[in-house]
């Protein structure tokens, strides 16, 4: 018996060739598609800025847009001149200019009596709305009588607050003057129309804080305790009335031992 030999099948890989010529065409097709998305993008931008050019001068030229007027809203003590004055624009300006946010940090820099300040855009003018501080004690620097408020923030008194009769209030540093103003608060809340005697407060630590009244007694009152304030003033009138009756008065009160129920007395000497 005879066997024949089977074919053994080809396995040649074959890849493709692309003709030059064929290649050139798809790289010009390639270019001419950038090149028309390029001047696409460049009459598109071209307009724009021509646009921008046009909508920009109708804005920033036209009387349409200028300031007609300012208008100063809360002003008590300080005058609508000063508040103008640290103003960076001025009616005729065009309104979109106006830098009114530069505005707002001037009047905050160079107005410290001024708590809130706004400055907002409206219709042909500009909106200036103010909160000036108002001072519950005032203190001094320098031979300089300034006022302050509950923030604990010195600024220079205006207007009726120059010769308002205000207390006096001594601290050595900030920390205890901010301790010492809310004793202020509490203190002016409760006291009634005794809080009309009082002529200055002053604070040495955290735990003595003293009172000097207009009729002459100093008033060592303690450390601030809201829940014991309106018993400590009511024991204070009691005892100023009693020194009235068996002295000729008080110049010395110390209250700092009132939850032991003791407190010391000195009384007016005669003469």
């Known amino acids: 018996m005879s066997y024949r030999r089977a074919r053994r099948t080809s396995k040649r890989r074959y ?25 696409v993008i460049g009459v598109l931008a071209f307009g724009s800025v021509q646009g921008w050019k046009a909508v920009s001068s109708f804005l920033f ?32 300006d065009n309104i979109f200019t106006a830098w ?7 009047l905050r820099q160079c107005k410290p009596e001024l708590k809130k300040v706004s400055v907002r855009r409206g219709w042909k003018k500009i909106v200036v709305r103010i909160e000036e501080r108002t001072p519950v004690a005032f203190v ?22 120059v010769k308002h009769p205000l207390p006096e209030i001594t601290a050595p540093g900030e920390l205890e003057r901010a301790e010492l103003l809310r004793f202020v608060k509490d203190f ?5 129309d005794f809080s009309s005697r009082a002529a200055g407060f002053g604070i040495e630590s955290l735990n003595e804080i003293t009172i000097r009244l207009k009729d002459g ?25 009693d020194g009235l009756k068996r002295y000729s008065g008080l110049e010395y009160v110390n209250l700092a031992f009132f939850d032991d129920g003791r407190i010391i007395v000195r009384p007016k000497r005669n003469g």
Do not use: C, H, M
């Open 15 to 39: 890849r493709t060739v692309t003709l030059r010529s064929k290649l050139k065409s798809e790289r010009r097709k390639t270019a001419g598609k950038v090149l028309l998305i390029g001047t």
């Open 61 to 92: 030229e036209s009387e349409r847009f200028k300031i007609r007027r300012i208008d100063i809203v809360g002003a008590k003590n300080v005058t609508k001149g000063e508040i103008e004055a640290q103003l960076s624009f001025r009616t005729g």
């Open 100 to 106: 009114v946010s530069k505005s707002e940090r001037d």
């Open 140 to 161: 001094s620097y320098g031979g300089e009588k300034l006022g302050i408020d509950s923030d604990n923030r010195p600024f220079p008194l205006r207007g009726r607050w």
């Open 188 to 192: 002016y809340s409760q006291a009634g």
């Open 217 to 241: 007694p100093l008033v060592v009152w303690g450390r601030r305790e809201n829940d014991k304030l309106s018993a400590k003033l009511d024991r204070l009138q009691q005892v100023l009335d």
